[in-house]
């Protein structure tokens, strides 16, 4: 239950002051792109950051002269109007809920939290305080995925018969999370965002091998019930390449987003198979269509910065985020099925786990170290 004696509610509208300040918790490898971005943001009028490590935040502030340091997270929250947090995962959820309890707007990075039910609390909580709460699946702002979502919405692929994502490279490997709950965030926020919901199931299988206590490469294939959409997500801490692609198979099309190639990042290939109905036979032939690829023309935008313009509009207009709580709840709800179908060798339901909650910290959700 959220105490209403410990809940400070501040207005998102235009009764706001018009001064803008905005906070970095954590300045690690994404809290210091958070501040290198936000510094250049014009709405914001004041950057204050901190970190545990005093040599972190000596880096950031020499870097960019004019932001603010914060000796502590309390006086952090002091100061701020908004608040990006950027730090060990284990530590999202307790962070972002006393900044919400303040009626400090909140970005949290993925995941949102460690299990589902932390991340409901955080949702609840954000809507009693009238604050944003905001998640960086910072995919979702990408403008080859934004793309890429149009071109299926607008039905020039056809159906949407599968999707293939791969995420692979060389580590890093966390102290708090395994490469699950590290690298898949990514991809099945951006599913959910192609499909508008979220899987109805998970299927998961893998392993640590470096460490065994640690699954460091896994797939998950993702059931959309809803939309008849099938997806198979490879990520891996141990690959010789680094890999981030998406393939969409459609009934009349099919694209491909491949956010390391620099110029084309999105292609479209008009290329398909269609079942032949031949009588009185128990063959199926098949007719493949090649035609050509479409290379459509995507400005280049950083998606960081988009996403950070997008968490300062939001608290001056009150507007739901992209990329609110609830999208970063069914992330961590897919990934907690994800990892109790790895534990126990089956396919788990969503709503599943969601029956569950109350003795959900008995699930291995994850390897806390």
């Known amino acids: 239950m959220i105490s209403a004696a410990t809940v400070v509610t501040r207005v998102t509208d235009s009764e706001q002051e018009e001064e803008m300040r905005i906070g970095v918790v954590g300045l690690g490898y994404w809290g210091s792109k958070h501040a290198r971005v936000l510094s250049t943001v014009h709405e914001v009028d004041e950057l204050v950051v901190h970190d545990a490590n005093a040599d972190r935040i000596e880096a950031v502030a020499t870097a960019f002269p004019s932001v603010r340091r914060a000796s502590s997270l309390d006086s952090l929250l002091e100061a701020v109007d908004g608040l990006v947090v950027a730090t060990q995962p284990s530590s999202h959820s307790a962070i972002a809920r006393a900044a919400l309890e303040r009626g400090v707007h909140v970005l949290v990075e993925k995941p949102l939290a460690l299990d589902s039910l932390d991340a409901r609390h955080l949702v609840t909580l954000a809507a009693a305080t009238r604050t944003t709460l905001m998640v960086g699946h910072t995919f979702a702002y990408n403008p080859a995925v934004r793309a890429l979502r149009d071109l299926i919405g607008r039905g020039e692929l056809g159906d949407v018969l599968h999707m293939d994502s791969e995420r692979l490279n060389l580590g890093l490997y966390q102290s708090d999370c395994d490469v699950l709950w590290d690298l898949a965030p990514h991809d099945i926020s951006i599913v959910n965002s192609i499909t508008g919901t979220s899987p109805s199931s998970v299927r998961c299988w893998g392993r640590g091998h470096i460490d065994r206590a640690v699954t460091d490469n896994a797939y998950l294939m993702l059931d959309y019930e809803e939309s008849g959409t099938q997806a198979v997500v490879h990520v891996s801490w141990l690959s010789p390449h680094r890999v981030r692609r998406l393939t969409v198979v459609g009934s009349q099309r099919m694209a491909v987003f491949d956010d ?67 999208a970063g709840l069914d992330v961590v709800r897919t990934l907690e099925a994800a990892s109790v179908s790895l534990e126990k060798g089956v396919e788990v339901r969503l709503d599943q786990i969601d029956l569950a909650e109350p003795s959900r910290r008995d699930h291995p959700a994850l390897v806390l170290r």
Do not use: S, W
């Open 260 to 326: 390391l190639a620099n110029d084309e990042r999105l292609r479209v290939f008009d290329k398909g198979v269609t079942p032949v109905d031949v009588p009185h036979t128990h063959d199926q032939p098949m007719t493949y269509r090649y035609g050509d690829i479409h290379v459509p023309y995507i400005p280049f935008q950083e998606p960081l910065l988009l996403e950070d313009q997008h968490f300062v509009e939001c608290i001056r207009t009150g507007n739901a985020p992209l990329t609110g709580g609830g």
